[in-house]
């Protein structure tokens, strides 16, 4: 391609970014329904379909803030809830997602950087894996590259009362969003304070428009204070870091390395990104030019570092360092990476060379179909096929599964939403069928199994979920165990027969 054409304003501020967004839509929307609804996908889309003051009220006792809910309510009223409807609009953010990145990365630093990281992210896997999930951290990453889009602008030149106006409702949607949105105000007041020119001129207009989307929150502030003593006082799910293991797997995970899933067995892609960064880093002490940083690289270093050492240091204490929580710094991960290739050497065929081999080991090390290890659809195909025998009665723990369940089982049933009583009109529904969502031992109804001739018991991680159950063990006490179905990640299904 002529590099004057490349060059020219309009091929890259029209152009490039609808190539971009093609790129993604079309890479991310190949798979889009090929994975089942499962982990956290039923519960949102469940609840979407809630009159909007139940949706409201019901997500106030849960950890998440109801801001994508509430796009997702309107989205299924248009579109329905198949696979491939759900995850369209998230596969859809995902993709403006790259191509905000790109322009934020040409604005503030050059076009090589800005499109470098949008391919970057463009073939993430963990940022597909996103874009295949009916869930809001799609969402959440748009909503923090638009943030500190705006953020950086205001800081660079003299804010319009246009782009103020963008600033105070992308950081009021962050926190409607995700309760983590506290981090990008967090990073962005970090910036003003502590960057000189910034905390002279900026920090009286930033405190402003800082307080208006806090204002705009209160509503929900005291939902939000709730949850946080909650969860510090009674402990969560997630487990502690072990060392500095855990930042390490969260940069793999963003290098398309998860889960040990590397480049010849080994995280080499990994390994030459954090080398180049390192290297550029050694590079920019040793010219004396790291102290002469921009403060655009000095904001997107802090949106990278302040939250990822924060998080990791308060996990120790109450955890919350996992890889989806974290989605909101990687395209600050991907700028740096960008910016370590533009200060690796002064040979521009070396960054090049560089450049077009990190973007093919991403490509080649990326999962466009990436796996949520829930067959949930072949689970509930195999219960239904077992159910068929006559006199069975089937029990699934935990009982919050009954979501997942029910959206292959009966999805009729799942989208006649009780607005009165969440999930009532739901399990009655189950229970009618011979199909008993249950805690513990304790709620198996000792004269039904006595009743019945065939027991299925689908456990959906029972003993992580609810340690100490006991079901297997009382169905073992009363039925003979004939046989036992694994699906990869967490599910089996026992069979049992009367003796």
Same mark, same amino acid.
């Given at each position: 391609?002529?590099?004057?054409?490349?060059?020219?304003?309009?091929?890259?501020?029209?152009? *490039?970014?609808?190539?971009?967004? #093609?790129?993604?839509?079309?890479?991310?929307?190949?798979f889009?329904?090929?994975?089942s609804?499962?982990?956290?996908?039923?519960f949102?889309?469940?609840?979407?379909?809630? %009159?909007l003051?139940?949706?409201?009220?019901?997500?106030?006792?849960?950890?998440?803030?109801?801001?994508?809910?509430?796009?997702l309510?309107?989205?299924?009223?248009?579109?329905?809830?198949?696979?491939?409807s759900?995850?369209?609009?998230?596969?859809?953010?995902s993709?403006?997602?790259?191509?905000?990145?790109?322009? /934020?990365?040409?604005?503030?630093?050059? *076009?090589?950087?800005?499109?470098?990281?949008a391919?970057?992210?463009?073939?993430?896997?963990?940022?597909?894996?996103?874009?295949?999930?009916? %869930?809001?951290?799609?969402?959440?990453? /748009?909503?923090?590259?638009?943030s500190m889009?705006?953020?950086l602008?205001?800081?660079?030149?003299?804010?319009?009362?246009?782009?103020?106006?963008?600033?105070?409702i992308?950081?009021?949607?962050? =926190?409607?969003?995700?309760?983590?949105?506290?981090?990008?105000?967090?990073?962005?007041?970090?910036?003003?304070?502590?960057?000189n020119?910034?905390?002279?001129?900026?920090?009286?207009?930033?405190?402003?428009?800082?307080?208006?989307? /806090?204002?705009?929150?209160?509503?929900?502030?005291?939902?939000?204070?709730?949850?946080?003593?909650?969860?510090?006082?009674?402990?969560?799910?997630? %487990?502690?870091?072990?060392? /500095?293991?855990?930042?390490?797997?969260?940069?793999?995970?963003?290098m398309?390395?998860?889960?040990?899933?590397?480049? *010849?067995?080994?995280?080499?892609?990994?390994?030459?990104?954090?080398a @180049?960064?390192?290297?550029?880093? $050694?590079? =920019?002490? %040793?010219?004396?030019q790291?102290?002469?940083?921009?403060?655009?690289? @000095?904001?997107?270093?802090?949106?990278?570092?302040?939250?990822?050492?924060?998080?990791?240091?308060?996990?120790?204490?109450?955890?919350?360092?996992?890889? &989806?929580?974290?989605?909101?710094?990687?395209?600050?991960f991907?700028?740096?990476?960008a910016?370590?290739?533009?200060?690796?050497?002064?040979?521009?065929?070396?960054?090049?060379?560089?450049? $077009?081999?990190?973007?093919f080991?991403? #490509?080649?090390?990326?999962?466009?179909?990436?796996?949520?290890?829930?067959?949930?659809?072949?689970?509930?195909?195999?219960?239904?096929?077992?159910?068929?025998?006559?006199?069975?009665?089937?029990? +699934?723990?935990?009982?919050?599964?009954?979501?997942?369940?029910?959206?292959?089982y009966?999805?009729?049933? $799942?989208?006649?939403?009780?607005?009165?009583?969440?999930?009532?009109? +739901?399990?009655?529904?189950?229970?009618?069928?011979?199909?008993?969502?249950?805690?513990?031992?304790?709620?198996?109804?000792?004269?039904?199994?006595?009743?019945?001739? &065939?027991?299925?018991?689908?456990?959906?991680g029972?003993?992580?979920?609810?340690?100490?159950?006991?079901?297997?063990?009382? #169905?073992?006490?009363?039925?003979k165990?004939?046989?036992?179905?694994?699906?990869?990640?967490?599910?089996?299904?026992?069979? $049992?027969?009367?003796?």
């Amino acid at each position: 391609m002529n590099r004057q054409y490349f060059e020219n304003p309009r091929f890259q501020a029209y152009v *490039l970014p609808v190539g971009l967004l #093609l790129l993604n839509i079309i890479l991310k929307s190949i798979f889009l329904g090929s994975q089942s609804i499962a982990n956290d996908e039923p519960f949102t889309i469940y609840h979407a379909q809630l %009159r909007l003051p139940f949706l409201i009220s019901e997500l106030s006792r849960y950890n998440n803030p109801p801001g994508f809910e509430i796009l997702l309510h309107y989205w299924i009223k248009v579109f329905g809830i198949s696979p491939a409807s759900v995850r369209f609009l998230p596969m859809v953010i995902s993709a403006l997602s790259a191509v905000m990145l790109y322009f /934020l990365g040409r604005k503030f630093f050059s *076009l090589r950087i800005g499109l470098f990281a949008a391919l970057l992210f463009t073939f993430s896997d963990f940022q597909i894996y996103f874009a295949h999930e009916a %869930r809001v951290y799609s969402l959440f990453t /748009l909503l923090t590259l638009i943030s500190m889009y705006s953020f950086l602008n205001l800081v660079s030149e003299k804010g319009t009362i246009r782009m103020k106006a963008v600033y105070v409702i992308a950081n009021a949607l962050l =926190l409607y969003a995700h309760f983590f949105g506290f981090w990008i105000i967090l990073v962005q007041l970090i910036c003003t304070l502590f960057i000189n020119n910034l905390r002279n001129r900026f920090w009286k207009e930033y405190l402003v428009l800082f307080g208006i989307p /806090l204002i705009l929150f209160l509503p929900y502030l005291r939902i939000f204070l709730a949850r946080f003593v909650q969860s510090a006082g009674d402990g969560t799910w997630v %487990r502690p870091p072990k060392g /500095l293991t855990a930042i390490l797997d969260l940069l793999r995970t963003f290098m398309n390395e998860a889960y040990g899933e590397t480049l *010849l067995g080994k995280p080499i892609l990994s390994g030459i990104t954090l080398a @180049i960064m390192a290297f550029a880093l $050694f590079n =920019l002490i %040793r010219s004396k030019q790291l102290y002469a940083a921009s403060k655009q690289g @000095i904001i997107i270093t802090t949106w990278f570092c302040a939250p990822l050492i924060l998080v990791y240091s308060f996990s120790y204490v109450v955890p919350m360092l996992i890889d &989806r929580y974290m989605v909101f710094i990687t395209p600050a991960f991907f700028l740096l990476i960008a910016l370590s290739v533009e200060n690796l050497h002064k040979n521009a065929g070396i960054r090049q060379i560089t450049v $077009f081999g990190l973007l093919f080991l991403m #490509l080649l090390t990326c999962k466009f179909d990436p796996e949520n290890h829930r067959d949930v659809k072949g689970v509930v195909q195999k219960i239904k096929a077992l159910k068929s025998k006559p006199n069975t009665l089937v029990y +699934l723990c935990p009982e919050w599964f009954d979501l997942n369940f029910v959206y292959y089982y009966e999805p009729a049933w $799942f989208k006649e939403v009780d607005n009165t009583v969440t999930k009532g009109l +739901l399990r009655e529904r189950l229970r009618g069928d011979g199909i008993n969502p249950i805690y513990a031992m304790g709620e198996i109804d000792s004269t039904a199994i006595a009743n019945a001739d &065939r027991i299925v018991f689908l456990d959906a991680g029972a003993d992580f979920a609810i340690p100490g159950n006991g079901i297997k063990a009382y #169905l073992q006490a009363h039925f003979k165990l004939t046989k036992m179905s694994e699906y990869p990640e967490i599910f089996k299904i026992y069979e $049992f027969e009367k003796p």
